[in-house]
Structures are given as C-alpha cells and as structure tokens.
C-alpha cells in the first residue's frame, strides 16, 4: 500500500504558476512510477505528467508540455508539479497517482490515487 497526499492547488489568475506536491508513505517510493492526472468537471480523468522511477525519464501531455514540469525527490519520497503560464483551461482536481507495472499516459493503469488538490485558473 501506498499512500499518496496532495498539497498545494489554489486560485492563481491566468499566467501564473503554482507548484503542486504530493508526499508518499508506505511502500518504498522509489518503486513507483509516479504521475499526475487532473479532472475537471463534467470530465473524464485527463493524464498530465510522469516521471520514472528513479525520475530519469519524465512524460508530459500536449497542452502542458513547455509549461508543467514534473520532478521527484526520492529521499523526501516527494513528487512535484510545477505549473507555469496557466490557463483557465488548467482548472481541475489534480491527483497524484502511483503504479508499478506497465502503462504511463493512461489514468486506468494507476494503483494508489491521493484525494487531490483543487487548482483554479481564472481569467
């Protein structure tokens, strides 16, 4: 088991930035790959970022590229989004997410979810 808690969302006008982070206990950290997945109302979950295990190799959605970076601190079992330039079309719950097999876009291949954090972007 893993358990995943988010911190850091809030209302930011558009343009701005926040940094997401999301702290894991449990099972060793470094065995998971770790990513980001938002939802916004009325819609299904939307994949945003992973990075591998040990954060070498980092995967990134078309609408964040050049804008979100994702990262890990292994040793503080930490992973972070930072989100730049945001739009109001970044406005969802965002979830930090874990899994250790196969699958890295695809928000159904994610075993441990955390309760997500709210970012809103306005106008």
């Known amino acids: 088991q893993v358990q995943l808690v988010e911190s850091g969302g809030g209302l930011v006008q558009a343009g701005g930035s926040l940094r997401l982070s999301c702290a894991a206990s449990g099972r060793t950290f470094s065995s998971y790959r770790m990513a980001w997945i938002r939802q916004a109302p009325g819609k299904e979950r939307e994949f945003v970022a992973a990075?591998?295990?040990?954060?070498?190799?980092?995967t990134y959605a078309d609408s964040v590229k050049g804008r979100f970076t994702i990262s890990r601190d292994n040793a503080k079992s930490t992973v972070y989004l930072h989100m730049s330039s945001l739009k109001p079309e970044d406005t969802a719950l965002y979830y930090c997410?874990?899994?250790?097999?196969?699958?890295?876009?695809?928000?159904?291949?994610?075993?441990?979810w955390g309760q997500g954090t709210q970012v809103t972007v306005s106008s």
């Open positions: 997410a874990a899994n250790s097999g196969l699958g890295v876009t695809d928000p159904r291949t994610y075993t441990y």
């Open positions: 990075v591998s295990w040990i954060g070498r190799i980092t």
